[in-house]
């Protein structure tokens, strides 16, 4: 939902910055892999319990993921870049709820919760952008990608902003989980309700 709106503001630093990183010869799916690395080392320390390791490795988690876009952008995107991309960050997204459901048992069943409204968000995301691709449809809302972003209630920026919210309240895990994966299902139907309206056929 702010994806789209955020973009006018961080693409234009992001872009300085790809452009100085590929000039130096560092390439989008180095990044793709070295954010993945950190991010599933804020999980790892969430985890053991340095929930503010956490925090910081999901954050440069998400610089990376800002910079590998710019990169490619600057060398020219790839469908296999965007594959990666898109794997990388699901891998991300489900690993931060199981590092707090492995800290504490009574987090275990929101994290379940939680991952399981993630792989329907997900599921509803790929299969509208498969159908979005074979009817020709464009958007750049979210900047230049490699297949079709469809907007939806829970985005990338949400869910940035929920693992904050759970690193720096890590006793109320349960009620963020629980509530965040309300608003996933939500999306799902908002985005099906979408997918009726353009997709009749």
């Known amino acids: 939902m702010l994806d789209a709106m955020l973009r006018p503001l961080i693409d234009p630093p992001l872009a300085r910055a790809g ?6 010869g ?3 799916n180095m990044l793709t ?10 999980a790892v320390a969430i985890a053991t319990g340095k929930v503010w390791l956490g925090l910081a490795l999901i954050l440069a ?5 800002g910079l590998d876009g710019a990169v490619a ?3 020219g995107p790839t469908a296999l870049g965007g594959y990666f991309d898109i794997v990388a960050d699901f891998a991300f997204y489900v690993s931060i709820p199981l590092g707090f459901g492995v800290l504490a048992a009574a987090n275990t069943l929101p994290a379940l919760v939680l991952v399981a409204s993630f792989v329907l968000t997900g599921v509803s ?3 509208f952008a498969v159908i979005a691709a074979e009817r020709g449809a464009q958007t750049e809302a979210h900047g230049k990608k490699s297949f079709f972003y469809s907007t939806g209630l829970a985005e990338g920026t949400e869910t940035i902003a929920v693992f ?7 006793a109320w895990f349960a009620v963020i989980a629980y509530s965040y994966a309300a608003l996933c299902v939500m999306t799902v139907f908002q985005r099906s309700a979408t997918a009726i309206a353009l997709f009749r056929d």
């Open 73 to 75: 952008r600057v060398r």
């Open 33 to 42: 892999f070295g954010g993945l690395a950190l991010g599933l080392g804020g």
């Open 26 to 28: 560092i390439t989008a």
């Open 19 to 24: 452009r100085a990183l590929a000039g130096i």
């Open 164 to 170: 904050v919210a759970m690193c720096l309240f890590p």
């Open 61 to 65: 988690n998400r610089l990376l993921d």
């Open 125 to 127: 995301f790929l299969a």
